[in-house]
């Protein structure tokens, strides 16, 4: 009868500790949602049409004009979060395709862009993302150099397995003045796997988050400008480099 009741108490602080465990990884798993405005520039207007399958959303210009551009979300963002600056990117000319990942995490499915350029076969690409999307991104980008003209990096940076210093690929890296997520450190020494060519921007009074639609996100420091103003000043200098490519 002891016996019988001490398993009993041993399964049951079993079923209590993965009942704690499963709350808690639900809790990190839970991703930033976009916003009000994010889901309003899901909507096809001012001569760019909006479509989403379960792998991507496709922001198509009516006339493109320059080179698609492919992005990877941050760690525990949902794609739509992003769709305010994709809009921007596609009403200048630039098909913007914004991959769908594996709850929310880039690094599940890092390969996400091949099926995007296979579907497209007559245009050209480029290739990045926000924070971890970014690393994931150049990591693709470094075995793939030869289907893509350049990858950008918002709030991000390579790591060894994304070294794109021996590659002829055009780059761009932005990054907020005001981000406490970026880990400082990594990022200069991040600079390290970068070509000469690299072109690096500084968005003045810009945050981590305000790359995305989603809120605040937590470790971050708080932005000086307004989220549309630092999404404005990214789109400009994403197409200035996309204008100079190669």
């Known amino acids: 009868m002891k016996k019988l009741i001490s398993r009993r108490r041993v399964l049951l602080s079993l ?3 993965l009942v704690i465990a499963g709350i808690l990884l639900w809790r990190y798993l839970t991703p930033y ?3 009000e405005n994010a889901e309003s520039a899901l909507i096809s ?3 760019v049409t909006v479509e989403q399958n379960d792998n991507w959303i496709s922001f198509e210009p009516s006339v ?3 080179t698609a551009v492919i992005f990877y979300p941050g760690a525990l963002v949902e ?5 305010p600056l994709a809009h921007k990117i596609a009403a200048a000319g630039h098909p913007f395709y914004i991959a769908k990942m594996p709850l929310n995490l880039a690094v599940i499915k890092g390969d996400a862009a091949d099926e995007m350029i296979r579907v497209h076969p007559r245009q050209s690409f480029v290739l990045g993302g926000h924070s971890l999307g970014g690393v994931m991104a150049s990591r693709y980008a470094a ?5 893509l003209e350049g990858v950008f990096f918002l709030a991000s940076y390579p790591d060894e397995k994304g070294n794109l210093k021996d590659t002829t690929l055009s780059v761009l890296s932005v990054l907020g003045t005001e981000d406490k997520v970026v880990d400082r450190d990594n990022y200069n020494e991040g600079r390290a796997y970068l070509p000469g060519n690299t072109v690096y921007y500084s968005v003045t009074g810009g945050n981590h988050a305000q790359f995305g639609s989603y809120g605040p996100q937590k470790g971050d420091g708080e932005a000086k400008i307004t989220e549309e103003e630092q999404q404005n000043r990214t789109a400009r200098a994403m197409l200035d480099w996309l204008g100079n490519l190669r």
């Open 15 to 17: 079923a209590v500790l």
């Open 143 to 147: 075995g793939h150099a030869d289907q």
């Open 64 to 66: 493109i004009s320059g």
């Open 79 to 83: 794609a739509e979060a992003y769709a």
């Open 45 to 47: 207007a001012g001569g």
């Open 33 to 35: 949602a976009p916003a």
